[in-house]
């Protein structure tokens, strides 16, 4: 270690280093606070070995050697080999009488039903129909053809008429309108174009005067009347009747 280039004056000694006394104090202050906890755990621990090698372990032997294999022994003999037996035994019934002979009735119900149903009803199915079906569609095979070119010769005439129709009623129905508007241009026209200019020209005019008239006339007239005669007359007719108790 390298001394300090200014040593302090403790005798050599660096001010890090703790004091003798003061390690002694610790030590024995440890040493008292120790000694009674580990003591306890030599008690602890002496007690557990005793109880381990003086009654643990001949409790366990004991019960190891008189209840747990005696007890294992009979459940081995009395319950598991009865039931491993048992099993093995109803296996072999299971097998021997119920999927032997399911086996062998579902072998023989598919053996009958191929020889006694399957394969008649195949000959029949033959015989009786593939094979008058398979000469009737090559003796009408060409009478088929000859009536699918007709279809067809039919279908392709029956298209081109209908074309040449349509054309034709497209063609009658531009015409038709075209005569309806030449017909409606040379004589309702000129009767729609001359109601038109009279009634902008002389209903319109006509009836804008008398309904201005009216308003200056008519109407003042017919306000006055009802304001200055109808309804004093109607009121003192309502007095009247309410006074002669003819009216509420």
Do not use: K
Not at 19 to 28: C, Y
Not at 96 to 121: D, H, I, K, N, Q
Not at 123 to 152: D, E, K
Not at 223 to 237: E, F, G, I, K, N
């Amino acid at each position: 270690m390298i001394d300090s280039p200014n040593p302090a004056p403790t005798g050599g000694r660096t001010p890090a280093e703790p004091a003798p006394l003061l390690v002694a104090v610790a030590r024995g202050i440890a040493l008292v606070v120790v000694v009674p906890v580990r003591l306890a755990w030599e008690v602890v621990a002496a007690i557990g070995r005793c109880l381990h090698r003086w009654l643990l372990a001949p409790v366990g032997r004991f019960l190891d050697r008189w209840l747990l294999r005696p007890l294992g022994w009979l459940l081995r003999t009395l319950l598991w080999v009865p039931l491993c037996w048992l099993g093995r035994s109803l296996a072999w019934l299971l097998r021997t009488l119920v999927w032997v002979p399911l086996v062998w009735l579902a072998r023989g119900l598919a053996w009958l039903a191929r020889t006694v149903v399957w394969m008649p009803l195949a000959w029949l199915a033959y015989h009786l129909l593939w094979v008058p079906l398979r000469w009737l569609g090559r003796l009408l095979a060409p009478l088929g053809r000859l009536l699918v070119a007709g279809l067809l010769t039919v279908g392709r005439w029956l298209l081109a008429v209908g074309r040449v129709l349509l054309d034709a009623a497209a063609w009658a129905w531009r015409t038709a309108g075209r005569l309806l508007w030449w017909c409606y241009a040379l004589t309702l026209r000129p009767f729609v174009l001359a109601a038109g200019w009279l009634w902008r020209h002389a209903v319109r005019p006509v009836g804008r005067a008398v309904a201005a008239a009216w308003r200056a006339t008519v109407s003042p007239v017919a306000r006055w009347l009802r304001r200055s005669v109808l309804d004093p007359v109607r009121q003192a007719t309502r007095e009247t009747l309410t006074a002669l108790g003819l009216r509420r």
